[in-house]
């Protein structure tokens, strides 16, 4: 009789564990905090991603002193190199180096080639060089061609 009455307590137990007491309340509490921890974490990482679909463009930075390794290597690496390498040479100019590309650059064939005031237009048959590109060159060439 008493192990009848001990199931029925326990059924009892069972019945009554998962009503809305205050108790099973205070339980609920962390787990919706959780999850709203998580969604604020996700979203942030959502919008991480746009960021990286949707890029600020970069700056065009030619203020101060322009060099031959930070400021011109991109734009000729970018632009020339393709027609103007060593190996190719269009029109026995080269681009690629230092010294091949300050033959040009001190004779003035390179800023009237890239601003279209002389007999060819650079690159060719593409658009002219970006504004800030041709700012570089322009800085670059009027400083004396330095090979910093
Ligand atoms: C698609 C190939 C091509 C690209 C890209 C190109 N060039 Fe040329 N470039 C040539 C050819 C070919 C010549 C020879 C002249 C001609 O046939 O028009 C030439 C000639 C030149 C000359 C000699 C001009 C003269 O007055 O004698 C310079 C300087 C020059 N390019 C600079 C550049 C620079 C700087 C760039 C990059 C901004 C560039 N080129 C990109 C093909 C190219």
Known sequence: MSRFFSIFEG?????TC???TARNMK???????????????LSGCYYD???ELYPQKPVCDTAGTMTYSQSIIPVVT???????????ASGGVITDNYNDLSVVA???RLWAAVNWTG???MPQGLDKLSDCNLTKIKK?????VPNN
């Open 49 to 51: 991603k746009e960021s």
């Open 140 to 144: 670059w060439v009027d400083a004396g």
């Open 106 to 108: 001190n004779d003035g």
């Open 78 to 88: 970018a632009n020339c190199n393709v027609c103007h390498s060593t190996a190719v």
């Open 18 to 20: 998962c009503q809305p």
């Open 11 to 15: 059924k009892n137990e069972l019945s």
């Open 119 to 121: 007999p060819v237009r």
């Open 27 to 41: 339980n609920l509490i962390r787990p919706i905090a959780i999850l709203f921890l998580l969604n604020l974490i």
